[in-house]
């Protein structure tokens, strides 16, 4: 039996679930920008601690973005000065993972909501992969 047309399926399952996100990798600092909003943004090939600046907040209302360690390197989130809410801190500017051998598979979801960055930490436990908040 031949599949004839999957288009309406693709239709409904992006719809549901989605469609394909932008992978970006940036190995060295940088400061992203409203149009790689949505994107992943992972450290691979850093060779060196990686700082990743998140837009100003007045032009990023619905922005967000998945980061993930993907080297042994230290990776640093930064949000325009005490604009960043994460775990136990309403005025955050930044959240590090640069603990050695606690760094690889540490992840950050940032989603801004006009006023701040939202972030949310995804560590595997306070015990095994602890996260600098500043």
């Given at each position: 039996?031949?599949?004839?047309?999957?288009?309406?399926?693709?239709?409904?399952?992006?719809?549901?679930?989605g469609s394909r996100r932008?992978?970006?990798?940036?190995?060295?600092?940088?400061?992203?920008?409203?149009?790689?909003?949505?994107?992943?943004?992972?450290?691979?090939?850093?060779?060196?601690?990686?700082?990743?600046?998140?837009?100003?907040?007045?032009?990023?209302?619905?922005?967000?973005?998945?980061?993930?360690?993907?080297?042994?390197?230290?990776?640093?989130?930064?949000?325009?000065?005490?604009?960043?809410?994460?775990?136990?801190?309403?005025?955050?500017?930044?959240?590090?993972?640069?603990?050695?051998?606690?760094?690889?598979g540490g992840g950050v979801?940032?989603?801004?909501?006009?006023?701040?960055?939202?972030?949310?930490?995804?560590?595997?436990?306070?015990?095994?992969?602890?996260?600098?908040?500043?």
């Amino acid at each position: 039996m031949a599949i004839t047309s999957t288009r309406n399926f693709v239709t409904n399952f992006n719809k549901t679930m989605g469609s394909r996100r932008k992978v970006i990798t940036h190995a060295s600092t940088a400061t992203l920008t409203v149009a790689e909003s949505g994107s992943l943004v992972t450290t691979e090939g850093a060779g060196g601690a990686v700082v990743l600046t998140l837009p100003a907040v007045a032009s990023s209302t619905g922005c967000y973005f998945w980061f993930v360690n993907a080297e042994d390197q230290d990776m640093t989130i930064t949000a325009p000065a005490n604009l960043m809410v994460t775990f136990n801190d309403i005025t955050a500017t930044s959240v590090k993972f640069g603990t050695s051998s606690e760094k690889v598979g540490g992840g950050v979801f940032a989603y801004c909501d006009g006023a701040k960055w939202m972030v949310q930490l995804s560590t595997y436990d306070g015990a095994d992969q602890l996260v600098t908040v500043a």
